[in-house]
């Protein structure tokens, strides 16, 4: 199986860059470490080659935040006044080409494993997967629409699974 590497090494199917970063409020409450990050790139790149089959090339940045800094965030730029786990943005598309960042509150990703009783990195994982299938076209401000998107975040998470 032809699977494109993260160093932008080209392969048959196309250029993956994928870059995680924190900033320091988020290390101070969880710090990704070297296994997750690599984790996290091969959720985000698995699930984009999967439902985003026209990309020659993909430009995602995945930064991980606190609380307080996803919500000024969701507030300047959305307009939104309430804390959320992920902000997706798309930055530039064309029929072959994606650039994205995906922003992820820690905080909400500890409390959201917390209270769904797994991992904070299977909750990480599922965040970043969520974030891939917005990109994808999915939404989940419908009741149609969020059955659809828990399909596919089951689909794909179950790779991570312990």
Excluded at 15 to 23: A, D, E, N
Excluded at 43 to 65: D, Q
Excluded at 127 to 154: F, N
Aim: hydrophobic share 40%.
């Amino acid at each position: 199986m032809n699977r494109p590497t993260l160093s932008g090494e080209s392969r048959q199917k196309g250029k993956f860059h994928i870059t995680i970063s924190q900033t320091a409020a988020a290390r101070k409450h969880f710090r990704i470490l070297a296994a997750l990050k690599k984790d996290m790139m091969a959720a985000a790149r698995t699930v984009a080659e999967s439902e985003m089959t026209t990309l020659a090339e993909f430009r995602l940045s995945i930064v991980t935040m606190s609380d307080a800094e996803l919500l000024a965030m969701n507030r300047s730029a959305l307009g939104h006044d309430w804390f959320t786990d992920i902000i997706t943005f798309e930055i530039e598309r064309s029929k072959t080409a994606l650039e994205a960042e995906i922003y992820l509150s820690v905080d909400r990703a500890l409390a959201n494993a917390k209270r769904y009783r797994q991992s904070p990195k299977l909750e990480l994982l599922h965040l970043v997967i969520h974030g891939i299938l917005h990109l994808g076209g999915y939404e989940d401000k419908s009741s149609k629409g969020k059955k659809q998107m828990r399909a596919r975040e089951r689909l794909h998470l179950v790779r991570f699974r312990p």
